[in-house]
T-cell receptor
Framework: DGGITQSPKYLFRKEGQNVTLSCEQNLNHDAMYWYRQDPGQGLRLIYYSQIVNDFQKGDIAEGYSVSREKKESFPLTVTSAQKNPTAFYLC????????????FGPGTRLTVL | GENVEQHPSTLSVQEGDSAVIKCTYSDSASNYFPWYKQELGKRPQLIIDIRSNVGEKKDQRIAVTLNKTAKHFSLHITETQPEDSAVYFCAGRGKLIFGQGTELSVKP
């Protein structure tokens, strides 16, 4: 299914805890993205990375952090500063950040208890 | 700021009818317009895309039309089938902004 994986599928977190979501791709894509999906709101961009060791904030970056130390990996940390973290998180990658198809991972559903 | 508006939010059609979903965008520099389909519990997948130098593109029962002057593009699905039932998303600003999604239900 496109060679992009996310783990875990389901994640539960207590309030006040940081949690890291994994995203790995073996497609040799330069660009990677993190989206948050809430009912009725579509996909909202959290962070994106056009190339290894570089990343930019998206529209809703507050309370999140990322790293891009390796081309194939783009982990997302949901910090305790994120006010409403319960959501479905989707990672995606594309050959470049230009006009081309994005391939999505299966997603991680995060629930804050 | 830049945004993408998608309508309608829900659409119910009878099997065999056509369905049309429309997106408007604000960024004049946009030059790539994809449509994704997300079935329940699954990841979004690209179904068709169009670039700004083309006005229409077809792939079997689906087509996308682009009006750059009016800044809108539309997804057309003909002869709908129950397996077309899903949420459809458009995207703008390259791929960084998605529309709110349209939940399409095709009734047999």
């Amino acid at each position: 299914d496109g060679g992009i994986t996310q783990s875990p599928k389901y994640l539960f977190r207590k309030e006040g805890q940081n949690v890291t979501l994994s995203c790995e791709q073996n497609l040799n894509h330069d660009a990677m993205y993190w989206y948050r999906q809430d009912p009725g709101q579509g996909l909202r961009l959290i962070y994106y990375s056009q190339i290894v060791n570089d990343f930019q904030k998206g529209d809703i970056a507050e309370g999140y952090s990322v790293s891009r130390e390796k081309k194939e990996s783009f982990p997302l940390t949901v910090t305790s500063a994120q006010k409403n973290p319960t959501a479905f998180y989707l990672c995606a990658s594309s050959v470049t950040s230009g006009p081309n198809e994005q391939f999505f991972g299966p997603g991680t559903r995060l629930t804050v208890l | 700021g830049e945004n993408v508006e998608q309508h309608p939010s829900t659409l119910s059609v009878q099997e065999g009818d056509s369905a049309v979903i429309k997106c408007t965008y604000s960024d004049s520099a946009s030059n790539y317009f994809p449509w994704y389909k997300q079935e329940l519990g699954k990841r979004p997948q690209l179904i068709i895309d169009i670039r700004s130098n083309v006005g229409e593109k077809k792939d079997q029962r689906i087509a996308v039309t682009l009006n750059k002057t009016a800044k809108h593009f539309s997804l057309h699905i003909t002869e709908t089938q129950p397996e077309d039932s899903a949420v459809y998303f458009c995207a703008g600003r390259g791929k960084l902004i998605f529309g709110q999604g349209t939940e399409l239900s095709v009734k047999p």
